[in-house]
């Protein structure tokens, strides 16, 4: 079992930032994907973005050049750093950790961006 808790949302002026951190604990592998997704009022949850335990990250193109998906493998933590916050950001963000067939979700934290 994985147990994800995360942390950073609030209200925020659209053009302010944001800093999201998901702390992990429990059954963790050395090689594993964890990332962040949102998922607005009535709509499909959605990737925001990636980073495998090697560092490699991936982006949904909505937030390409404003997010930044950064990991502490030692820490077992996950930061999302948002900038440039738009309206359209507004959604409940969730950690996900992956490692093959096995997901685990937080339970999420809202972040709100007013224009």
């Known amino acids: 079992q994985v147990q994800l808790v995360e942390s950073g949302g609030g209200l925020v002026q659209a053009g302010g930032s944001l800093r999201l951190s998901c702390t992990a604990s429990g059954s963790i592998s050395s090689a594993n994907t964890m990332g962040w997704y949102r998922q607005a009022p009535g709509m499909q949850r959605d990737l925001v973005a990636t980073?495998?335990?090697?560092?490699?990250?991936n982006y949904a193109y909505s937030v390409k050049g404003r997010f930044t998906i950064s990991r502490d493998n030692a820490k077992k933590v996950v930061n999302l750093q948002m900038n440039s916050l738009k309206p359209e950001d507004t959604a409940v963000y969730l950690c996900n950790y992956n490692l093959g067939p096995f997901n685990y979700w937080g339970q999420g934290t809202q972040v709100t961006v007013s224009s």
């Open positions: 980073i495998t335990s090697g560092g490699t990250t």
